[in-house]
Nanobody, 126 residues
Framework: QVQLVESGGGSVAAGGSLTLSCTAS????????MGWFRQAPGKEHEAVAA???????KYVDSVKGRFTISRDNAKNTLSLQMTNLGPADAAMYYC????????????????????WGQGTQVTVSS
């Protein structure tokens, strides 16, 4: 079972940028579609972005043009570059590995992502 560890969270002023990273424990990382999710206090998990094993991308509308998901298969690493952050982006961010084919993973439903990291906190001050 792949294990995921996020890093890179922190506190930033509105309009600022952060880059999150997620490192996977095993080489089979390359076979997984991967996603970033976030959860604000009192709210459900919200999909942010996903990337297929081959590099196809999907973003939720609220982050399009501001966030960039990428992966480095040689380093078993997933990244999320976040720019122009606002208070609505403040949340715990999780990376997750999808256990299905891309046509299911692209829907970004948490139920098809069985492997999750522990999360990294992003705080945005206005």
């Amino acid at each position: 079972q792949v294990q995921l560890v996020e890093s890179g969270g922190g506190s930033v002023a509105a309009g600022g940028s952060l880059t999150l990273s997620c490192t996977a424990s095993e080489g089979t990382f390359t076979k997984y579609a991967m996603g970033w999710f976030r959860q604000a206090p009192g709210k459900e998990h919200e999909a942010v972005a996903a990337i297929s094993a081959g590099g196809s991308l999907k973003y939720v509308d609220s982050v399009k043009g501001r966030f960039t998901i990428s992966r480095d298969n040689a380093k078993n690493t997933l990244s999320l570059q976040m720019t122009n952050l606002g208070p609505a982006d403040a949340a715990m961010y999780y990376c997750a590995a999808c256990g299905e084919l891309w046509y299911k993973c692209v829907l970004m439903l948490p139920s098809v992502f069985p492997h999750w990291g522990q999360g990294t906190q992003v705080t945005v001050s206005s």
